[in-house]
């Protein structure tokens, strides 16, 4: 159990200097998010730490599943920590390059990699996992051609069974993902493989993501560690050089207490699969939401409050752009709502039962229904915790709501808390060849001039 010292507290004071410094403006700018660079640096110590180093495993490299937030800032700071980055389109990793990832530290995850994308990839220098047997057969024709130094896998779906959240369970027997390892006759046809491509030299996996046990997870990588051993028996010590255990640690959305800690996921691991500490095998792991989720905040100004049905509705500027899981699918992401002033003073005392809206033009907008908070009233600010990952950087364009801007805080010895743009926010009024309206239109008079922050 580890618990975030004073993370409300901190919470509280970045909020503060946010309003302070007009980061956070009921006019310019009514909804923000905010990145704590120092808790980044901090949880990647604590997943370093939780992995053992030699003897019982040869070289371990973190990678970063670059999907949970692919903020170049962001990426930037990973990879200073010594992170490495799992990408899964080419997107991600026209970003993981950008960001200055090293080739060798990229891992490309993806069902649908076109022969471009393979290509690019396997020039690179950058590891690759093929997701099924035909883009192994890609694979080999393109190495055919052209040699490659990239690292190269072969994911299997370990069949282990599904968590809590469908939509993020990656092992259940159906998966899209990976080569079903138990179906008939695919353990004979993965041997082949390794008999036949001598570039293929790691065995790759992920479970799922939240909503997945640890001992579900680790159970799934068992597996795959058993299959390594069989191509082991098979082919030889050293056949199988390392083992990519995937991402998928859950977070704690109810306080702010992290749990379960990266170190509890390798005490399952050493439970479930002892073999994958047995020195044979340099290890990869690709967490996302565990790394950032806890790490960064939205905050959003009520805009105006009412009373429907007897039920007391806020209305604030944050809702489906940057909580489309929450607002879709509320009881499989719900998230914790604080409620301050309008100079981001925490608000106590006597609650009310209220709805937590969003600015978008459909009735199912809401960050929380039926929730008991201090009342609040228009000026006053909300705060959605644990939205590091998974949320404000990666914006839903419905109503053509604008991206919020995205701010990095550091926070000094003495306390002072400095901001970088990490992301600036989209202006509503500046519209875009892309849209392809032609040329922007100029604001009317009396809008606000540009959302520049
Ligand atoms: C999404 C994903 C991850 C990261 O999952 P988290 O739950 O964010 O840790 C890792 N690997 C693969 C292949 C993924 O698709």
Known sequence: MTAVPHAAARREHILKEAVRQGLLDPEQSPLAAFVDFDGVAATVRALHDAFPGAPELPGVTHTFAAKANCLGPVLRELERRGMGCEVATAGELARALAAGFPAGRIVFDSPAKTRAELERALSLGVTVNADSFQELERIAALLAVRPSASRIGVRLNCQVGGGSIAAMSTATNTSKFGVPLADPGNRERLLRAFAAYPWLTWVHTHTGSQGCPLDLMARGVAQA???????????????????????GLPVNFADDEVTPTFADYVGQLRAHAPELFAGRYRVVTEFGRSVLAKNGFMAAYVEYTKSAGGRPIAVTHAGAQVATRTVFSPDAWPLRIEAYGPHGTAKEGRTVRQDIAGPACFAGDLLARDRALPPLAPGDLVVVPDTGAY???????????????????????????????????????????????????????????????
Do not use: C, K, M
């Open 391 to 453: 949320y404000f950087s990666t914006p839903f364009h419905y109503n053509s709501l604008p991206e919020p801007a995205v701010h990095g805080v550091r926070t000094d010895a003495a306390g002072r808390v400095e901001f970088t743009l990490v992301r600036a926010a989209q202006d509503p009024w500046l519209l875009t060849d892309r849209d392809g309206v032609g040329e922007p239109l100029p604001a009317p008079a009396g809008a606000p001039a540009g959302r520049a922050r």
């Open 225 to 247: 560690v058993e299959f390594a051993g069989q191509v082991t028996a098979a082919f030889g010590e050293g056949r199988v050089e390392g083992i990519d255990i995937g991402g």
